[in-house]
């Protein structure tokens, strides 16, 4: 049986955790407007965003929408900065839980391995065979937008037992689709 985990929303609510989130939400972006923006009462937004946490009264604030061509045009479905803050604090507290159970050669979006880890990794193994290499690199287009949240959900809620943590969750899921459906608060 796997282990499930609670008690997990007080610490994405700490003030501590969330200053981390925000300091990593920030980095390179600084000379954003939203980011200097945000840092001018970086105590009060903090402390605004705690409190709605808190009290569970957090409403997502909506998304832009831009593209990008790094290195192919594709469409980014950015979050308001004060959503990134929740996102981060919440992710902070369990990615770890995650972590752990990810097979080693799994790369993207990991933290110590990537595109460049990847290559280092398949160099090893080519070298270590005569036999023929095959390996597998993907991307999947608008892969957020395009997969099941309701999966995603389901798959969290098996590690995940801790409700206030699932309702977070739920509500960051089902605020993207309903920006897109509505379109409001969405640049492009």
Sequence with gaps: MMKTYT???EKVCTYENLLSAYL?????????EYAREFAEDLDGNLSRIRSDL???????RGYTRFYVSDPKPRMINAPDFHDRI???ALYDVIAPI??????YDSYACRKGKGTHAGIRRLKLFIRDTEEPVYYLKTDIKSYFASIDHSVLYAIIKRTIADRDVLGLVRTILNSYHEARASGSRWAT
């Design 7 to 9: 008690d997990l929303y």
């Design 86 to 88: 929740v996102h981060r």
């Design 98 to 103: 995650f972590e752990v159970r990810f097979i």
């Design 24 to 32: 990593k939400c920030k980095r390179g972006k600084g000379d954003k």
């Design 54 to 60: 808190v009290a569970r009264s957090w409403t997502p």
